[in-house]
C-alpha cells in the first residue's frame, strides 16, 4: 500500500516545549522556528504530529509544491543549494524527478544522499493571516491545515 507524503512546518519554535514535544520535533527534523520537511504519512507520524500540534502546521504534499521547495530551498550541505550538478552527481534527471520518486514512495528526502532532510524558510510575505496560537478549526494556523500549501509559497 502506496503511503502519501505530509509536509510539516514549525511555525512557533521550541520555546517553552516540554522534552516528548522536542524530540518529537527533532525526528520531524522541524526543531527551528519556519523549518519544514516532508514525513510519511503512517501512524507514527501521525501521532508526533498530534504531540506537537501547538507548535507546527501539517498538510498533505503535492507535487508542485515539493518541487519548487527542492529547487528554491532545497540544501545539498549547510552552504550549498541543491542545483543540477548536485542532482546529477546523485543520479536525478532534475527538481521534479527527485519530487516524482519521492512521492511514488521510492525515495525519501533523509535517504538521499547528499541532501539535508528539511527546508530553511523565511517568514511569509504579507504575514500570517491568521492567530499563530491557535489550531486550524479555532481560526488559526496550527495543526493540520489545508491552507498550508499557500502560506509555504509565501515562505519560499
Known amino acids: 500500500m502506496k503511503m502519501g507524503l ?14 516528548p514535544v522536542r524530540k518529537a520535533l527533532t525526528e520531524l527534523w522541524v526543531a527551528k522556528k519556519f523549518s519544514a520537511s516532508v514525513v510519511p504519512d503512517d501512524p507514527a ?15 498533505p504534499l503535492q507535487a508542485g509544491l ?14 550549498k543549494p541543491l542545483d543540477q550538478a548536485a542532482l546529477k552527481r546523485m543520479g536525478f534527471k532534475d527538481h521534479k524527478g527527485l519530487a ?14 547528499g541532501v539535508l532532510p528539511y527546508f530553511r524558510l523565511a517568514p511569509p510575505r504579507g504575514g500570517f ?28
Not at 72 to 79: P, Y
Request: glycine share 8%.
Open 6 to 19: 505530509i509536509l510539516v512546518v514549525n511555525l512557533h519554535g521550541q520555546i517553552n516545549s516540554s522534552a
Open 45 to 59: 507520524t501521525v501521532g508526533m504530529l498530534r504531540l506537537c500540534k501547538d507548535y507546527v502546521a501539517w498538510a
Open 66 to 79: 515539493l518541487a519548487d521547495l527542492l529547487s528554491k530551498r532545497g540544501m545539498a550541505s549547510t552552504v
Open 100 to 113: 516524482s520518486k519521492m512521492l511514488e514512495g521510492d525515495e525519501r528526502l533523509s535517504s538521499v544522499s
Open 129 to 156: 493571516k491568521r492567530s499563530l496560537r491557535r489550531q486550524f478549526t479555532e481560526r488559526g494556523e496550527l495543526g493540520s491545515n489545508p491552507k498550508l500549501e499557500d502560506i509555504v509559497r509565501r515562505m519560499i
